[in-house]
């Protein structure tokens, strides 16, 4: 399987490893602990009026960093979905905007004039927008807040008095990707009853405008280790889901290493699951619609034990939403590299070429003059505090 990966990516003649899920020392495999996170944020939060997942509860970046002060949101705070901060990194000192649907910017990974062409082929609409959200549960709430690591001013004393930024193992970070239903029916050339039964969906507001939208996919990284577990996840429809790297799941997939296809943004087909799995959702409560979601791979190291970077991405988040070609997408070194000067500024420097975004270790000499922010990147919000 591994030489068929390398045949079909050139992944092997690149120097580079697809990210799959190790074991980790006190016996827990990486790709059980992205399930079992999975299914903790999708299950019911608790609130009938609201029927909102767990996740959803939680606070944005918005609520954290923009917010003056830092507020944990009400229950029924409406979604407000915002463009790829990481997608428009290059635009230093922008402010990013929310998500309108009635005056969408396209995504980055669409051909140019769009973008930069990083998910050409994809057949997106190019008329088309992609909303993004990220939520941090309580621990990670409550960590930066009280650290005061949530505006520029408290970034700055972090600085001076040297502390070591390190949240609690019990925090967890969500990003997802959220397109409009009649998009992604667009995308899939079907109906939008096709896309509410495979995808989950719910409302974003815009000023007074309401929009249904479908999550695309997302990531999710939690302290279990000082350097965070990472996973991606992705909607079983999406079109090239396992291209360029293939999807790896040793716990939640009947079918462990699944191979890109030789021609890009194609389908996959559905993930089945291992029974292992099917229980952990049911005993979790989750709703049924959560099966259709695939777990792209999990990661726990920066490179193989040749030294070839990991690669950790999805056909979502990185190519089509921020111009990243998944052949230079890996979750932890792109975090690894969150961290803030003397004035409380972000070092955006290092992911400001979307097309060469950094993989493998960290570059020790891009960070001088900077203090790690824990592989938070909440703190390159442009209309932070």
């Known amino acids: 399987m591994l030489r068929l990966i390398c045949l079909l990516t050139l992944l092997c003649a ?15 495999p990486t790709d059980f602990i992205a399930w079992e996170q999975f299914a903790l944020i999708t299950a019911p939060s608790g609130d009938p009026q609201t029927g909102k997942v767990e996740f959803e509860t939680w606070a944005s970046d918005q609520d954290i960093y923009a917010s003056n002060p830092a507020q944990w949101p ?12 990481l997608g428009q990194m290059h635009l230093l000192g922008r402010k990013s905007s929310e998500f309108d649907p009635a005056r969408c910017r396209s995504p980055r990974g669409l051909p140019a004039p769009a973008g930069n062409g990083a998910a050409a082929g994809t057949r ?73 039964q495979h995808y989950y969906t719910a409302y974003a507001f815009n000023a007074s405008t309401r929009t249904e ?33 293939g999807c790896h799941d040793s716990f939640g997939a009947a079918v462990a290493n699944v191979a890109p296809n030789q021609v890009g943004n194609q389908a996959y087909g559905a993930c089945a699951k291992s029974t292992a799995l099917q229980a952990l959702l049911h005993n979790a409560g989750t709703a049924p619609v959560w099966n259709n979601y695939c777990l792209k791979g999990s990661q726990a190291a920066f490179i193989d034990r040749n030294a070839n970077p990991y690669l950790l991405g999805n056909s979502v988040i990185e190519p089509l939403n921020a111009g ?14 969150a961290s803030f000067d003397q004035r409380g500024n972000p070092n955006a420097s290092p992911l400001i070429e979307p097309l060469n975004s950094p993989v493998g270790l960290v570059d020790q000499s891009k960070m001088i003059g900077y203090l790690s922010n824990d592989f938070i990147w909440g703190i390159s919000l442009p209309e932070m505090k």
């Open 14 to 28: 690149t120097g580079t490893a697809a990210a799959q899920g190790i074991v980790l020392p006190w016996g827990v």
């Open 74 to 85: 009400a229950v029924d705070a409406p979604k407000i979905l915002h463009v790829s901060a």
């Open 124 to 196: 997106f609409p190019l008329d088309g927008c992609i909303g993004e959200e990220v939520r941090r549960n309580w621990a990670s709430f409550q960590y930066i807040v009280s650290n005061g690591l949530d505006s520029h001013a408290g970034l700055a004393h972090a600085y001076a008095i040297g502390l070591r930024v390190n949240l609690p193992a019990d925090a967890i970070e969500f990003k997802g990707d959220w397109a409009k239903v009649s998009d992604v029916a667009k995308w899939l050339q079907t109906d939008a009853g096709f896309v509410r």
């Open 213 to 245: 939208v479908a999550l695309l996919a997302f990531h999710i990284s939690s302290k279990q280790i000082a350097n965070w577990v990472w996973a991606d996840f992705e909607a079983g429809t999406n079109p090239g889901r396992c291209d360029t790297i």
């Open 324 to 337: 990243i070609p998944v052949a230079r997408s890996s979750c932890m070194t792109c975090h690894a590299y």
